[in-house]
């Protein structure tokens, strides 16, 4: 297991947009821009998605991810991320949306297609860091 260098948590305290790689059913890779977020006690990069988003069925038969960051100041600064994902909970996922929103966005989450869907927590524990 690995986990992300200290030196790289600020790229978690900044609106840096992370592109998420996860597997298609017919094996093509599925990459999309993400906001993301680090629990460093728990070692675990956190997405929040939409219940039914390609990602999220995605991880549902393959837990496989990559990650990647670029710090938005200094494009030569990166990190890249293969991990799987652990879990995928809907538990305080509506909470998380409102916290990345106020840090990518400076206020609350209304998108208004989606207030009233469901939130999903997507958990993915690192195993390899560059």
């Given amino acids: 297991m690995a986990s992300i260098p200290e030196e ?3 790229l978690f305290e900044r609106p840096t947009i992370a592109h998420v790689s996860t597997t298609l059913p017919n094996g093509y890779p599925h990459v999309t821009p993400v906001w993301i977020d680090y629990d460093v006690e ?3 990069l956190l997405v929040n998605t939409e219940r039914e988003r390609r990602k999220e069925l995605n991880v549902r038969d393959d837990p496989k991810v990559g990650v990647s960051m670029t710090d938005p100041d200094d ?3 990166r990190v890249s991320i293969f ?14 949306i409102d916290e990345l929103s106020q840090r990518y ?12 869907t469901e ?6 524990r690192p195993k390899q860091v560059f």
């Fill in 119 to 124: 939130r999903v927590l997507l958990k993915i």
């Fill in 105 to 116: 966005t400076g206020q609350e989450y209304t998108e208004a297609n989606e207030i009233e």
């Fill in 42 to 44: 728990e070692n675990l």
């Fill in 8 to 10: 790289y948590h600020d």
């Fill in 75 to 77: 494009p030569y600064r």
């Fill in 83 to 96: 991990g799987d994902v652990v879990d995928h909970t809907t538990e305080g996922a509506r909470e998380h």
